[in-house]
Nanobody, 124 residues
């Protein structure tokens, strides 16, 4: 089992920035690729960003490309999502997720472990 705990959400004005963190515990962190997803009210959950086990490769949804950056620190068992130039459309609950090293991670694939989510609200 991998336990994931997100933090860093909150209320921000449009154009502002937030940095989400996701702390992992329970298994060897570097055995997992990590992903960020979000779900807005009344909408399906969508893939936001992914990062491979080493941090050497990342992928982003078109909606956030150029504004969001994901990174990880395997020594701290933590993955991050830096969100800049936030828009009202970015308002959602953000989740981090983990998938084993031999699984697809670079898109809306099935992830094995999920955090509880953190709310991000962007006011226009």
């Amino acid at each position: 089992q991998v336990q994931l705990v997100e933090s860093g959400g909150g209320l921000v004005q449009a154009g502002g920035s937030l940095r989400l963190s996701c702390a992992a515990s329970g298994r060897t962190f570097s055995d997992y690729h990590m992903g960020w997803f979000r779900q807005a009210p009344g909408k399906e959950r969508e893939f936001v960003a992914g990062i491979n086990w080493s941090g050497g490769a990342t992928v982003y949804a078109d909606a956030v490309k150029g504004r969001f950056t994901t990174s990880r620190d395997n020594a701290k068992n933590t993955v991050y999502l830096q969100m800049n130039s936030l828009k009202s459309d970015d308002t959602a609950v953000y989740y981090c997720a983990a998938t084993p090293w031999n699984s697809r991670w670079d898109g809306n694939y099935e992830y094995l472990y999920w955090g509880q989510g953190t709310q991000v609200a962007v006011s226009s």
